[in-house]
């Protein structure tokens, strides 16, 4: 029997997951925000501004949909320091009305000088100050699914963490693999290493790749930072409900331009159908991932590979002719029928 980790009959859609309005420190408007990616090809945007939700459903249409969240963050001092850990989240509503502030402390809320409109949102969780200690992110977490949002983990490497640090993490539903603000300009969070060490201790989170743009410089120019990184979402419906029940059951993958046409396995081996690309990977949690390389001047877009029959799970990544990743979440065994 065939089991199809991505199904050629489901249509994608193009998601941007992580980004930042006027609102918070980004410098365009939700509307522009809304424009700009509407006319780049994209189905999806979540603004998830910093550490207040919006509600921006009145610019949600029947081909664009707006998915409502917003980025928090628990720092050992609430005060900014490069040089130390921090740890941001992404918080995403499954009610798209749904704008309860998790956790709130005053002094993470700065950015909210610009906006008036706290006082009217609803409030939930422990208000103690937020500490820097795993069980606190723990909590925070917890408190915030209790509350009807999903979490992911933003760019673990611009926040100094290491594998160890996300371990202790619990009920994340996906690590951000590329962050592609830090990608950019500081050469971080492009996180697939990462992804693999912790898929091989066991840890189910699926991945996806966002932009968190804050567009401070031209959309023509070199230091864009929006159109790098994306996540494709494949729901049953383009509804609301559709593409959130499929992100929380991990019916998407991240990519900075390559698309997977298919990913299915058979018999105990894979199949692989992809955009042109220059290379393509199969990881199981074992030294020697498996790998299907083009000959100078040319590309590939499948591969199959044999399965090892103890693969610790499988998961596929893709790098084109401009050295651009597409990667799948990891798929356990349970999952893919061994
Ligand atoms: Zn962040
Ligand atoms: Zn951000």
């Known amino acids: 029997m065939k089991t199809y980790l991505i199904s050629p009959d489901k249509k994608q859609y193009k998601a941007n997951l992580h980004c930042h309005s006027v609102l918070s420190d980004g410098r ?4 522009e925000l809304k424009e700009l990616y509407k006319s780049h090809g994209y189905d999806i945007l979540a603004i998830t501004d910093h550490e207040r939700p919006h509600d921006h459903q009145a610019m949600s249409d029947k ?4 998915l409502t969240g917003y980025e928090c963050y628990i720092r050992p001092n609430a005060r900014y320091d490069k040089y130390d850990r921090e740890v941001h989240l992404n918080l995403f509503a499954r009610d798209p009305h749904n704008v309860k502030m998790i956790n709130f402390d005053e002094r993470y809320v700065h950015y909210l ?6 006082g009217e949102l609803v409030r939930v969780g422990d208000e103690r100050p937020r500490e820097f200690s795993a069980a ?9 699914k209790e509350h009807g949002y999903i979490v992911t983990y933003n760019h673990p490497y611009w926040s100094m963490e290491d594998e160890a640090d996300i371990l202790a993490y619990e009920g994340l539903f ?5 962050n592609y603000g830090s990608y950019l300009i500081n050469n971080l969070d492009y996180c697939g290493a990462l992804y693999d060490k912790m898929l091989c201790k066991g840890k189910r989170m699926f ?3 966002a932009d968190d743009n804050h567009n401070a410089h ?3 120019g070199p230091y864009c930072d929006s159109f790098g990184a994306f996540t494709m979402i494949m729901p049953d419906a383009f509804t609301y409900d559709s593409v959130f029940s499929a992100m929380e059951t991990g019916e998407m993958y991240a990519s900075m331009g390559p698309l997977f046409k298919e990913v299915s396995v058979e018999n105990g081996s894979i199949h692989i159908e992809c955009s042109d690309a220059k290379s393509i990977f199969l990881y199981m949690g074992s030294k020697t991932p498996a790998c299907r390389i083009a000959e100078e001047g040319k590309s590939v877009n499948c591969a199959d590979f044999k399965i090892d029959e103890n693969a610790r799970y499988v998961r596929v990544s893709v790098r084109d002719e401009k050295g651009r990743w597409a990667d799948t979440r990891g798929f356990f065994p349970d999952e893919f029928g061994f």
């Open 218 to 220: 031209p959309v023509d």
């Open 113 to 118: 000088k610009r906006d008036n409109a706290i």
């Open 28 to 31: 365009k408007t939700p509307e």
């Open 207 to 209: 991945c996806h790749g």
């Open 136 to 144: 606190y992110i723990n909590e925070y977490i917890k408190t915030a």
């Open 174 to 178: 996906s690590l951000e693999i590329c």
């Open 63 to 66: 081909d664009f949909l707006m």
